[in-house]
């Protein structure tokens, strides 16, 4: 099947296994990641690298199955991508297993409590509990941030071997979020370290301006980071001190019941 001349390989191109046309298929809806707005056909094709036949093809096919949907001004997501992210929710042991858990600690706090999920080199967010004001994305699971500016991916990142850590540092694209983002290197692995010796990580306004965030990481048997738990106060509200004093036992303590709880399981 022909490509757009200049297109840029598809992620596992060259193994014998990849079937090209699925990754084609997933890399036109994936083109929404980048451009959250209702798109063209041929939009969609120059998003995935493909030439316009093939783009208007696979966009027909995605809309007759329902993963695609015309609007008045494009074609956006169809509601069938959700039933899908159900599936994901509902199949996944340690989202049920954090849910209770969370909804303590939210009791406890009254502030914003998530859980994420580390993803090559980001976090997902997987459950979202909001509090008495929140942005609009900040309610909503599937967001995705950088591993190195968030919280939860510091706490992650602080629990895995530092090669490790640091070649997932390396391989991110790491353009700031806000002006307050920390982007170099060897003062995100400072970050790290200090989340190392506390326990949790600590940021204030590297991903949303206005907002301290704290996370502790959720590990696995074999004590690798499976997940991290967020709590996430305002400036107006909370000083640093405070926060640290007020919300980190309460998020150390939600982690490591939730990681025995996940290693019975």
Same mark, same amino acid.
């Given at each position: 099947?022909?490509t757009a001349k200049g297109r840029k390989?598809?992620?596992?191109?060259?193994?014998?296994?990849?079937?090209?046309?699925?990754?084609?298929?997933?890399?036109?809806?994936?083109?929404?990641?980048?451009?959250?707005?209702?798109?063209?056909?041929?939009?969609?094709?120059?998003?995935?690298?493909?030439?316009?036949?093939?783009?208007?093809?696979?966009?027909?096919?995605l809309q007759a199955l329902g993963y695609?949907?015309?609007?008045?001004?494009?074609?956006?997501?169809?509601?069938?991508?959700?039933?899908?992210?159900?599936?994901?929710?509902?199949?996944?042991?340690?989202?049920?297993?954090?849910?209770?858990?969370?909804?303590?600690?939210?009791?406890?706090?009254?502030?914003?409590?998530?859980?994420?999920?580390?993803?090559?080199?980001?976090?997902v967010y997987a459950v979202r509990l909001?509090?008495?004001?929140?942005?609009?994305? &900040?309610?909503?699971? #599937?967001?995705? =941030?950088?591993?190195?500016? /968030?919280?939860? +991916?510091?706490?992650? %990142? $602080? *629990?895995?071997?530092?090669?490790?850590?640091?070649?997932?540092?390396?391989?991110?694209?790491?353009?700031?979020?806000?002006?307050?983002?920390?982007?170099?290197?060897?003062?995100?692995?400072?970050?790290?370290?200090? &989340?190392?010796?506390? #326990?949790?990580? =600590?940021?204030?306004?590297? /991903?949303?301006? +206005?907002?301290?965030? %704290? $996370? *502790?990481?959720?590990?696995?048997?074999?004590?690798?980071?499976?997940?991290?738990?967020?709590?996430?106060?305002?400036?107006?509200?909370?000083?640093?001190?405070?926060?640290?004093?007020?919300?980190?036992?309460?998020?150390?303590?939600?982690?490591?019941?939730?990681?025995?709880?996940?290693?019975?399981?």
């Open positions: 099947m022909s390989p598809a992620a596992g191109e060259g193994n014998p296994l990849l079937l090209q046309s699925v990754a084609r298929t997933m890399s036109v809806l994936e083109a929404f990641a980048g451009q959250p707005r209702p798109l063209s056909i041929a939009e969609l094709a120059a998003a995935a690298g493909l030439d316009k036949s093939a783009g208007q093809r696979i966009a027909h096919t695609l949907e015309r609007s008045s001004v494009g074609l956006v997501p169809g509601k069938k991508a959700l039933y899908r992210a159900f599936d994901f929710l509902r199949m996944n042991a340690l989202v049920e297993s954090a849910t209770p858990v969370l909804h303590e600690l939210r009791k406890s706090v009254n502030e914003r409590v998530d859980l994420s999920l580390l993803d090559g080199t980001d976090i909001q509090s008495k004001r929140e942005t609009f994305s &900040a309610t909503l699971v #599937g967001r995705r =941030l950088p591993s190195f500016c /968030s919280t939860g +991916g510091r706490a992650m %990142l $602080a *629990a895995l071997p530092e090669a490790e850590a640091l070649g997932i540092l390396e391989a991110s694209d790491r353009r700031p979020l806000t002006p307050r983002t920390t982007t170099d290197i060897p003062a995100i692995l400072g970050k790290i370290e200090e &989340a190392r010796r506390c #326990g949790y990580a =600590l940021a204030i306004e590297e /991903s949303a301006l +206005g907002e301290i965030v %704290l $996370a *502790a990481a959720v590990l696995d048997i074999h004590q690798r980071p499976v997940a991290a738990i967020h709590v996430a106060g305002s400036l107006s509200e909370w000083a640093e001190d405070g926060f640290r004093q007020r919300i980190s036992p309460l998020v150390m303590e939600a982690a490591r019941a939730l990681s025995h709880t996940y290693k019975r399981g």
